[in-house]
Each structure stands twice: as structure tokens, then as C-alpha cells.
């Protein structure tokens, strides 16, 4: 008897030990508490690395949504103090005046502002990760931007579904500018920020690794974006022109959503809300793939309606030939996991594709993406999924859009539309423009092609 | 004086008569037995020389409650369908099986800010790791469970003994968010001991693995989104923070549980005398899903720990007699709950929940078939205390719950007999505290959940129940039961406006009736 009830004494004993190694993590387990976490901020190399003072810094929690807001110091750091642990997303915004950049680089830039922007996704933040190093790199200004993105749709059962989708591009310039020969490319990426052996710590896709990228490429991240559908503007290259303070608008069915339909099996659409819907009748292009499909072995997509009277955009890239990718028209993802570029290109037809990074074998199913390089780029803007349940990594980089933006649900009628920067005394509207989405972009409770903010 | 003495000799003469050890003991005739029926499946082998006689119960019932005074994560309504069969089979006096087994399906109705299996009915928190929407609906669970074990003694010195139970649960929730949320839960139980005449020592060990799986789905997949917090769904991961998850779609909680415990016992004839220790670790993972939305078991995907470690003490005394039968018992028990998260490492939410109480009964047969009156007061002194360390949130609440029961065979004619006992407890909390820091601006929580809640822990409450249970002997040695049964429970102060004012001190009903039909 003695000897059982030493046995058992030493069974409890153990188990009350072994209590201590039960949230072991080589890390230790104590108490989680607020912490305070710097960011050391860094121009980009063409910029000498100088630290950069005065620059806006926002931290967002990307578990919580709660956002903490910081001004770096003349040494670079922006220091926040007593925020919760977690994973965070960093956003950096310097803005300067012309003067004060000829000051700090030695040159004079030919714009009256520039603006540095740098962004960094999935930073840990806790007891052990106190610090991170952010490069900021100046923000590409053009003077056509995307104004307007309808891709929420509406509704499913009472509106247009995803047929009234629309993507409005601006002229925010005081000179006419010609859209002939301007591109609208949709981009591909990850949509969802697991870390994996192919991506980057952010969970967007290492296109480095992509299979037949050449050996040791290392910039296929930093200096290129990726496309699955590229649309073009027609034109000989007088033929469109866009007057300052003005849009075009490229519908995906330029017709009017808001009154019935025949598809292309001659069934009836009918609208039961025209109020959850627009005319898209005004567009000034419309995608049609009809011939395009038809030209390499696909039929006419029963919702791709053509207008005779809006012309067509051309259809740049679809996909490797051979492997063409599977939209049937210029369809945007409802949720917003996608983003947009528009960019002039001489020697687009040199542009290589790639299968992304997670394909280790190409096969008939595998699909291809354009690489389009950032130098490119005109405007760019990155869209969100609304679900903070859901969030996927950037696909662009920060000089080109600083943060995203989202709608705030699906089907929903609500379009992402530019703030008004200022109205010129004749009148021109002069949209926001500081490559920072979650700043230049608000919802549209309803989208409003060739409309403005309210 | 003389005569005095003599009346006293007589009745303690009597009283000597009577004092004979019951030679067979039916745990169904009573509900003073009822602790001693637990007790059988959680140290069966205190009981191995207990003469309990066999038995089969079969029993049906409906119960409905209404519940206006509640925790808000606890239904408005509920209606629950029960079946329910147990005994024990005496294969020879070495050698005894028992077991049960039970089904039930329970409707509720209204329950919000819980997309769970858990609810607050009859705890003040619940564990961390859970999803969260607002939005009220109502649930459907279906609950089967099962059980069983054995005692054997060798050679009158030797015990050893065997308890096993599985339980499988089902809920589904009816409106958007929708829960689905299967549970299997299987575990046993070694036990063994020894005994040399009066005395004996025991121990047992078990383990027991409950798996939990979930999925959340919406049909109006738009409401699945921040700007509809009521049915967005969140997580609460503590007491008082909210999360984004996006494993709300599908994920598997896994707890395992390691038991140990130790006791002695003196037994002379029907009067028994032991102290008892129990200890329980509990380790509950959320697994999330991995990259390709898939989620199984795996330490990789783990993304939440939740740990609880049980000690508990009783000593009680049983003496069972053909007239008076007594029983008391005191009891310790402290829980420490401490979550640990993986992506923070570090632990979030710590809870200590620390209980002292008392129970004291006794049951008078007027004659072997016929109980005059039963008996019974308890006590019971809990102090707890819930804190989120990232919340932030601090909830002390210490309490006493005092009770009786007091019950009687008001009639006896032959085969029929009617038994009608009434219950009374009051809950009083006698210190409490509640401080929240909002550390977070998207928080529904702490006006959800904490203060209507509290005000609730903090409100004195009275709790009354009155049951009647109508027996008929059958041929056979069966008897058939009916029974209906009513308690009501109703706030006592308004100490609940320091908190919530606006918390509802409805009076809560609940009725039950049933039959029963053993042999």
C-alpha cells in the first residue's frame, strides 16, 4: 500500500510539472500585454537612404482593424507606444514641396509636390519583434488615373448581377491627352496572406521562383506586376482624346442595365429594380469578346452583349495562346481581390508570361500571366476584399498604390470613386492623387459613371 | 423523572430497532440516493460493498423553459425532448455493471452573440475561443450519450473497476450566421484499489479526446461582411476581444483530458466514511484551416491553446439505515484556465474559479416502502475571477448559493404513492468588481456581453421548484411514474442597475413532466 500511494504522489507530481512546458514555443509564454514598436523609416537608394523625418506612419491591425497613428522624427523613427500585439500592416507617406525635395536631393523635380510612400504587410508585432525598417520610394504621378471602379455588381436576384460592371479612367491634367493605344490591365496574385514555400512573407506570390523565370532573376517582385486579362483602347493615336477634367468610361456591356435585355440565346433579362443599377449605354468603349472568343475556338458568352454603336476595346493578352485564361468577358471579382493598372507600352508585344509560382508542372491547364515592369505604370490601384476575414496581400508596390480600398459587400451597387481634390475656377474637377488608395478613394453608395464624388 | 427515563430508553430501544443497516439499497427511490448514483460512475469503487440492488429506468420527459432573467449568451426559450435508460446488474456480489444511456434534442429559441456549443446558463464565462455575431436565431441540437462500467472485487481484497462514456452532439443553428457544429466525445477510466476489512484506498486514471467540428456558412452570403456586424462573424479569442478569422468557414477544436485521483475510504456495514483528491488537466486546440482551406489535425495549425487544471478535495459520510439515513459532505475545488495564442505567444485570457461548500441530508422511512420525509441543505462559496489581458477586462465575482430541499410521501395506499418534495436556493453575490479598458474600437463586446452580464452575476436571486411524482407498482416488481415538476427563479435586487439597467428580471419558469418505468 505504501508503495502504491508513492507511485501515485510521484504520477501527480509529474503531471503538475509537465503543466509548465504545455505553451512552450521557444519564445517563452508570459503574458501578453501592450508593447511599444518603432519603425525606422528610409528613403530608397536613388534617394541615398536618407532617414525620413515627418512622415506620416499608420499601423492597422489587420486581426482587429484598430489603426494607431505616428509621425516619424527628424532620425527616422515614428515610435508607438502601448499597442497590442498582433499582425499589423505599415503604411509611410512623406509629402513635400518641390522646394524642400531640391533642398534634401540636390535637384528640382518638375512637379510642385512629390510624395514618398512605403508599405509593409503581416508584421508581427510583440514582446520579441519591436522594431521594423520601411523604404519609401516616391509615388509615380500621372496625369490620367483610374477614377472610378464599379466591380462590386448589384444585386443578384433584383439588379444586374456583374453586368453593369465598369472601369473610369480620368484626365487630371490640364492638357488633352490622348487615350489611343492606352492599356487596362486586371492583375493576378494570391488571394490570401497564408505564408508558403513560393511566396513572400506578406503571402503574395514570389514570381522569382515561377518556373520558367531565368535563373537568379531577383527583381521580378520589386520591378514587375502580373496580369491574367489586358485590354487596350483602339485608335491610331489622335483618335481619342480626353479633354482635362474629363473620363472615359470602358463598360464591360455598354448597355442599359436598368431596362430589359435579350442575351445571346435570346432569352429575356429582365431588371426587377432598375434603381440597383446603371445605364451604361454612354459608355465610350465596351470589352466584347465575341470575335476575339470566336477566332480562337471559344463561343459567344451568353452575357456579352455587344452595343454596334460603343466601340470595342481591343483584347491585348487573354493568356499564352494555347492556354487562354477562363473569363468570358472583362469580369471583375465582386468581392475586390483584384487590382488595376493602366500603362502605355511601345514593346508590348515582348512582354513575357509566366505561370505563378506554385505551378511546378505546366500542363494543359495551366494558365499564364502577363509581366508588365511598374516603369510603366501610369496609375495603379489595389483593390480589397471586404471580408476583414478574407484579406489578401498587395499586388502593387508602394509608389504606385500605398494601401487598397474596398466596397462594402458584394452586389451591392457601391462603386470606389477619387475624392475631389479642388475645382479650378473654370471649373475642372482635380481628383486626388497621392498613390494611396485608402486616402484618394472613397464608396460611391451607388456607382456613377462619369460622376464625381459627393 | 423515572417515567421520563423510561420514555427515553423506549424511543432510543426503538430507535435501536429500527437502526438496522438497510439491506438492499434502491438508488432509484429517491432522490437522496442521487449523489451516491453520480458518485458510482466517478469512484465506483467506493461502493463495492454497498448492497444496490438492480435496477432498470427508463424515463421520457419534456421540459420547457423561459428564461427572461439570464446571461445574454444563453437562449430566451428552450424546449428539450429527453430519453433517457440506466441501471445496475449485480452479476454476483463481486462482480456489478451499470450504465446509461441518453438522448435528447433541445430546441432554442433567440440566442445571440454565441455561434457555439457552449452557453451561459450554468457558467458565468465562457471559454475562450469561440466565434461571435450578435445576431439572435434559433438553434437545434440533438444530443446522444453514452455509458457505461464495472466493478470487481478479488478475493475480498482487490478492486479493480472500468467507466467508460461516449457522447456525440449536433447543433445547427437556423439563421444567418449558420453554425453547424458536430462533437464527438470519448473517454474512460482505469480504476484500482484495495481493501482489508473496513478500510480501503483506491486510484483511478482516464483520459478522455473531444473533438469538436465546425463550419459557419451564410445563405445571404452579403451579410457576411463588417458593415453588417450583427451577422458578420468575429472571434473572441479571452473576454472582451474581438478578432478577424477567416477559419470561421471551417475549423476543429480538440481537447484532451488527463484525470487522476486518489481516496480512502472506512466502510462498517452501511455507514461509510471518505476524502477523496481529483485532478484534471484539460488542453483545448483551435486548429485553423491551412492553405488550401483544409483543416485536420495538425500542430502546425494551431493557432489557440486553452488550458484548465482542476484539483478538488471532498470528504463525505453515508449512513444508510432501514428508518434514518444521513449524509453530509464537504468539498474543495479550485480551476485555473489560463489561453495562450500562437501568432502572439503569449497568454491572453487567465481565469481562477475557486469553490468551498457543504451538504447536509437525511431521509426517515416511515416504514421499508414508505418515505415520511427527506431532507436536505447545501451550501456553496465561489469566488472567481475572469481576466483578458488584451481586452482589456478584470471580472471578480465571489457568491453563495445557499439551498434545501425538503420532500415527503404525502400519500400511500397499496400500489400507488404520491411524493412531492420542493426546492429553494438563493444566490447572493457578496463582493464583485468589473473594470474594462476598451483596447480596441471595433468592440461590441463589453455593451453586449460584459455589462448585461454582470449586472445578471451581481443581482441576488431566488430560485423555487415544487415536484410531484406519482408511483404505481406494477406486477412484476415494476412501478410506473409520473412526475411534473416546476421551478421558478426571480431577481431579488436591483443591484443589477450599477451595471445594466435596462437588463430584463422577468421572472424565468421552467415545467417538466415526464413518466418513468422501472423494474
Redesign the interface.
Known amino acids: 500500500?505504501k508503495k502504491?500511494?508513492l507511485l501515485?504522489s510521484a504520477?501527480?507530481l509529474t503531471?503538475s510539472c509537465s503543466?509548465d512546458d504545455?505553451?512552450s514555443?521557444g519564445?517563452?509564454?508570459?503574458?501578453?500585454?501592450?508593447v511599444n514598436f518603432k519603425v525606422h523609416l528610409n528613403y530608397d537608394t536613388t534617394h541615398n537612404d536618407l532617414v525620413v523625418g515627418l512622415a506620416e506612419v499608420v499601423l492597422t491591425?489587420?486581426?482587429?482593424?484598430?489603426i494607431y497613428n505616428a509621425s516619424s522624427a527628424t532620425n527616422g523613427v515614428a515610435s508607438f507606444t502601448n499597442i497590442?500585439?498582433?499582425?499589423y500592416s505599415i503604411t509611410a507617406t512623406k509629402t513635400m514641396s518641390n522646394l524642400e525635395y531640391a533642398d534634401l536631393f540636390g535637384f528640382t523635380p518638375t512637379t510642385e509636390q512629390v510624395i514618398f510612400n512605403g508599405n509593409q504587410q503581416q508584421v508581427?508585432v510583440?514582446?520579441?519583434v519591436t522594431s521594423t525598417s520601411l523604404v519609401l520610394r516616391a509615388a509615380r504621378m500621372g496625369d490620367l488615373v483610374i477614377k472610378q471602379i464599379y466591380y462590386a455588381g448589384s444585386s443578384t436576384t433584383q439588379g444586374a448581377l456583374f453586368r453593369d460592371q465598369f472601369i473610369e479612367i480620368y484626365n487630371n491634367s490640364n492638357e488633352v491627352i490622348y487615350a489611343d493605344g492606352l492599356y487596362i490591365a486586371q492583375l493576378y496574385g494570391k488571394t490570401?496572406r497564408?505564408v508558403?514555400s513560393f511566396t513572400l512573407p506578406s503571402g503574395q506570390f514570389d514570381w522569382n521562383q515561377s518556373l520558367e523565370m531565368p535563373f537568379g532573376t531577383t527583381n521580378a517582385n520589386t520591378n514587375y506586376v502580373y496580369s491574367d486579362y489586358v485590354i487596350q483602347i483602339p485608335g491610331n493615336g489622335t483618335q481619342y482624346p480626353i479633354q482635362p477634367g474629363e473620363s472615359m468610361v470602358i463598360a464591360q456591356n455598354a448597355q442599359n442595365h436598368q431596362a430589359p435585355l435579350v442575351d445571346n440565346n435570346g432569352e429575356p433579362i429582365s431588371i426587377n429594380n432598375p434603381a440597383l443599377t446603371i445605364d451604361l449605354s454612354a459608355a465610350t468603349f465596351e470589352v466584347y469578346l465575341g470575335d476575339w472568343g470566336v477566332s480562337v475556338g471559344r463561343d459567344v458568352y451568353v452575357y456579352d452583349i455587344q452595343n454596334p454603336a460603343v466601340p470595342d476595346m481591343n483584347i491585348a493578352y487573354w493568356g499564352r495562346p494555347g492556354w487562354y485564361n477562363g473569363n468570358k468577358d472583362f469580369l471583375m471579382d465582386n468581392p475586390g481581390r483584384d487590382s488595376f493598372v493602366i500603362f502605355h507600352a511601345e514593346d508590348f508585344a515582348s512582354y513575357a508570361n509566366f505561370s505563378d509560382p506554385s505551378v511546378t508542372v505546366i500542363d494543359n491547364n495551366t494558365r499564364f500571366f502577363l509581366q508588365i515592369p511598374t516603369a510603366v505604370i501610369i496609375d495603379g490601384v489595389d483593390l480589397q476584399h471586404?471580408?476583414?476575414?478574407?484579406?489578401r496581400p498587395k499586388m502593387l508596390p508602394s509608389a504606385i498604390d500605398a494601401s487598397e480600398i474596398s466596397c462594402?459587400?458584394?452586389?451591392?451597387s457601391q462603386s470606389v470613386i477619387r475624392k475631389i481634390k479642388q475645382t479650378t475656377a473654370s471649373g475642372r474637377v482635380i481628383l486626388e492623387d497621392t498613390n494611396n488608395s485608402a486616402a484618394d478613394f472613397v464608396k460611391l453608395a451607388k456607382a456613377d459613371p462619369y460622376g464625381f464624388a459627393h | 423523572m423515572k417515567k421520563q427515563l423510561v420514555g427515553l430508553f423506549m424511543v432510543l430501544s426503538t430507535s435501536t430497532l429500527f437502526a438496522q443497516s438497510l439491506d438492499t439499497i434502491s438508488l432509484r427511490s429517491n432522490g437522496f440516493y442521487h449523489s451516491i448514483e453520480q458518485e458510482l460512475t466517478q469512484t465506483p469503487l467506493l461502493y463495492t460493498s454497498l448492497n444496490l440492488a438492480d435496477y432498470t429506468q427508463t424515463q421520457l420527459d419534456l421540459q420547457t423553459e423561459d428564461l427572461a432573467f439570464k446571461r445574454v449568451q444563453t437562449a430566451e426559450k428552450k424546449q428539450q425532448y429527453n430519453f433517457s435508460t440506466q441501471g445496475i446488474f449485480n452479476i454476483d456480489p463481486s462482480l456489478r455493471l451499470f450504465g446509461a444511456i441518453r438522448f435528447s434534442k433541445t430546441e432554442e429559441e433567440n440566442l445571440g452573440y454565441t455561434l457555439s456549443s457552449e452557453r451561459t446558463q450554468y457558467q458565468e464565462v465562457l471559454t475562450p475561443n469561440y466565434f461571435i455575431a450578435p445576431q439572435k436565431g434559433n438553434w437545434t441540437n440533438q444530443h446522444y450519450h453514452l455509458q457505461a462500467g464495472s466493478t470487481k472485487t478479488i478475493r475480498n481484497r482487490y478492486l479493480l473497476g472500468a467507466t467508460i462514456h461516449y457522447t456525440n452532439e449536433k447543433f445547427i443553428r437556423t439563421v444567418d450566421p449558420r453554425p453547424q457544429i458536430t462533437s464527438h466525445d470519448l473517454g474512460g477510466k482505469l480504476h484500482a484499489g484495495?481493501q482489508l476489512n473496513q478500510h480501503r484506498?483506491y486510484?483511478y486514471?482516464g483520459l478522455q479526446q473531444k473533438t469538436e467540428t465546425g463550419s459557419i456558412s451564410y445563405v445571404n452570403?452579403?451579410l457576411?461582411?463588417?458593415?453588417?456586424p450583427a451577422t458578420y462573424?468575429r472571434f473572441s479569442s479571452g473576454y472582451g476581444?474581438?478578432?478577424?478569422?477567416?477559419t470561421?468557414s471551417s475549423h476543429i477544436f480538440r481537447t484532451l483530458y488527463?484525470q487522476?485521483g486518489?481516496g480512502y475510504q472506512y466502510q462498517k456495514d452501511n455507514q461509510i466514511i471518505n476524502a477523496n483528491y481529483y485532478?484534471q488537466?484539460s488542453?483545448k486546440d483551435l486548429y485553423a484551416r491551412?492553405?488550401n482551406g483544409n483543416v485536420f489535425i495538425d500542430k502546425n495549425l494551431i493557432t489557440h491553446?486553452y488550458?484548465t487544471?482542476t484539483y478538488g478535495a471532498n470528504v463525505n459520510y453515508i449512513r444508510l439505515q432501514n428508518q434514518w439515513s444521513y449524509k453530509a459532505q464537504l468539498r474543495l475545488k479550485t480551476v485555473t484556465g489560463?489561453n495562450?495564442?500562437?501568432?502572439?505567444?503569449?497568454?491572453?485570457y487567465?481565469s481562477t474559479q475557486d469553490q468551498i461548500g457543504a451538504t447536509f441530508g437525511f431521509l426517515k422511512r416511515a416504514d421499508q416502502q414508505r418515505i415520511a420525509i427527506r431532507a436536505e441543505i447545501y451550501t456553496d462559496y465561489h469566488q472567481n475571477r475572469y481576466t483578458d489581458?488584451?481586452g482589456f477586462t478584470d471580472k471578480k465575482i465571489n457568491s453563495l448559493l445557499t439551498g434545501c430541499v425538503i420532500g415527503s410521501d404525502l400519500y400511500r395506499k397499496g400500489a400507488h404513492r404520491l411524493y412531492v418534495e420542493t426546492d429553494w436556493a438563493f444566490y447572493q453575490a457578496l463582493d464583485e468588481g468589473l473594470i474594462y479598458n476598451a483596447?480596441?474600437?471595433?468592440?461590441y463586446f463589453d455593451q453586449g456581453v460584459l455589462y448585461p452580464d454582470h449586472a445578471y452575476d451581481v443581482s441576488s436571486r431566488l430560485q423555487g421548484g415544487l415536484q410531484a411524482n406519482y408511483f404505481v407498482q406494477l406486477s412484476n416488481q415494476r412501478e410506473l411514474g409520473l412526475f411534473a415538476r416546476y421551478y421558478g427563479q426571480t431577481a431579488v435586487s436591483d443591484d443589477y442597475k450599477k451595471y445594466d439597467s435596462t437588463l430584463s428580471i422577468s421572472h424565468n419558469t421552467t415545467f417538466v413532466v415526464g413518466l418513468t418505468i422501472a423494474y
Request: aromatic share 12%; net charge negative.
Open positions: 500500500m502504491l500511494f501515485l504520477v501527480l503531471a503543466n504545455d505553451f514555443s519564445n517563452g509564454a508570459g503574458n501578453l500585454g501592450s491591425n489587420t486581426e482587429t482593424g484598430d497590442l500585439p498582433g499582425s508581427i510583440n514582446a520579441n490570401n497564408t508558403q471586404f471580408n476583414a476575414n478574407s484579406q462594402d459587400a458584394s452586389f451591392n | 484495495y484506498v486510484g486514471a452570403q452579403w457576411n461582411a463588417p458593415v453588417y462573424t476581444r474581438l478578432l478577424y478569422s477567416n470561421y488527463q487522476l486518489l485532478y488537466k488542453m491551412n492553405v491553446k488550458r487544471l489560463d495562450f495564442s500562437v501568432i502572439e505567444q503569449g497568454r491572453n487567465h489581458l488584451l483596447t480596441s474600437s471595433a468592440s
